[in-house]
């Protein structure tokens, strides 16, 4: 097996512990926020490369068609092309827990940043018609395969599998035990979960934030946000985002009062 590149990444270290993420500097680069690193210890540290699942959209507006928007996106940590021959995307709907459809990723690479989108979006790399993502509980996963090791009706399996997210659209109640099949830790995510509306869920899309941070076939980093098909992802403009751009506003307002 070829060895894959590996992938320096933005961390600090608190001298009381280990190396730790650094939410701070990760939103320094999604929100492009100045000045937030002040005080922290930042190292350049190296990291694995990998493919993970970092973001879905299942549930998009319906302008021009239903669900016209729909799309999946891979990243693969080395920040580089990588071929992605021998990997397989793989459907399962929560009704039954059974394959429902299988993209054969062989042919295809990412992009020189490392980003691959398949689904219904101007620019994706792989075509998926819209309306065919299914709404939750439903899940979306990463396996080394072909599609034809994933008939319809196939049931969920760990082998082989690299990645894995299952996901809901609101107050679903289907899906029983398709997340313990296949994930390792975290829950059932919900692109309801910014208010619960279904205006909300066609706005935002679901995925990892930092953006490509957590553990393989691991939700707990999984949230609802803006959708950002082929770019890092940015979280919807709440809490900590919003608090930290307040105290910034304050702290010009105040230098401008001096």
């Excluded at 320096?8 to 500097?25: A, H, K, Q, S």
């Excluded at 100045?34 to 993970?52: K, Y």
């Excluded at 039954?96 to 219904?120: C, I, P, Q």
Aim: with cysteine; charged share 15%.
């Amino acid at each position: 097996m070829v060895s894959r590149p590996e992938l320096t990444v933005d961390r600090y270290v608190d001298r009381r512990g280990p190396v730790m993420w650094n939410p701070i500097l990760s939103m320094r680069h999604s929100l492009k926020f100045a000045g937030i690193c002040a005080g922290l210890l930042c190292l350049q540290v190296t990291a694995s490369a990998a493919l993970l699942i970092n973001e879905i959209d299942s549930d998009s507006v319906n302008v021009p068609t239903t669900d016209a928007f729909e799309f999946v996106e891979l990243f693969d940590t080395s920040g580089t092309s990588v071929p992605l021959d021998g990997y397989v995307l793989v459907f399962y709907n929560g009704n039954g827990n059974v394959v429902y459809r299988a993209e054969d990723l062989d042919g295809t690479s990412t992009d020189a940043n490392g980003y691959f989108v398949a689904g219904s979006i101007a620019g994706a790399q792989r075509t998926i018609p819209g309306n065919t993502i299914q709404n939750g509980v439903d899940a979306v996963a990463l396996y080394l395969g072909n599609a034809t090791d994933f008939p319809n009706g196939t049931v969920p399996t760990k082998t082989n599998l690299i990645d894995a997210v299952v996901y809901k659209t609101g107050a679903d109640v289907d899906g029983v035990g398709l997340d313990t099949a296949l994930l390792d830790a975290g829950p059932i995510v919900d692109e309801f979960g910014r208010d619960g509306s279904a205006a909300a869920g066609a706005a935002d899309s679901l995925g990892r934030f930092p953006s490509a941070s957590g553990a393989l076939r691991n939700t707990t980093n999984w949230t609802f946000m803006t959708p950002t098909p082929g770019l890092v992802n940015v979280p919807e403009p709440t809490g900590l985002a919003l608090l930290l751009a307040g105290g910034f506003a304050l702290a010009g307002r105040s230098r401008v009062r001096r």
